[in-house]
């Protein structure tokens, strides 16, 4: 072989290898990326869990009591103090509706029965808890799915509670499908509603421009477990779709 041949096969080999070497360090960087994100994510829903706890066993449970001294007190008074009764009366129901708004704080910012019943139970929740005072019918169609780690549990209660928040904040719409499925190593999470629709494109310029955060957090958190987030709206409503890799299991994502 010449020897510029053999020094032309030499160059290529080695850029091969440095290319090799260079894909190699970028999945690497791309991984311990998603490891850290992953982590971020663990620390905020502990925190939210901490916070949770301690607005029901710290803030609650001093209204509780708040409560039962009030309403011993005007037990005591009887009709000695008739003149004081509309204001008892009063602060009882303003520590009734105190007390409520705490319990609902607490279980929006990490609902004990995600922790206790998994997500499925999870999901229940939620619709009834966003859908019904709103007036929005909310279906949770969700099969028996096997059992998921917990941080893939909270990502699908994380995806579906912002994008019902979203149908309520934007869409207009009287009706919501929630769905999750596991098939072929997958999770696939999709949010549908009947609202009139909205410009896709527009909105996630907005939200890359940083003026809304909730689609752009949706796409980040879904990224960080290997997935990808899909979005489309028309005339027959709006559909979100998330598809997640099961780790552990051989799911592919189509290109």
Known sequence: MPAKTE??????????????????????NEREFQRLGRAVFRVEEEERRRLARELHDGLGQNLTALKHRLSLLASQLGDTRPDLQPEIDASLALCTQGLADTRELSRLLRPQVLDDLGLEAALDWLARTLGNPAGLAIQISAHPLPSLEPDLQTLVFRLAQEALANVLRHAGASQAIVSVRVRAGLLRLTVWDDGPGFDVAAALEKSRRGDSTGLGGMKDRVALYGGRLLLESGKDGTRLEAVVPIPGE???LAP
């Open 7 to 28: 020094d032309l096969a030499s160059t290529l080999e080695t850029l091969r290898g440095d290319y090799r070497t260079l894909v190699e360090r970028l999945e690497a």
């Open 250 to 252: 051989a799911g592919i």
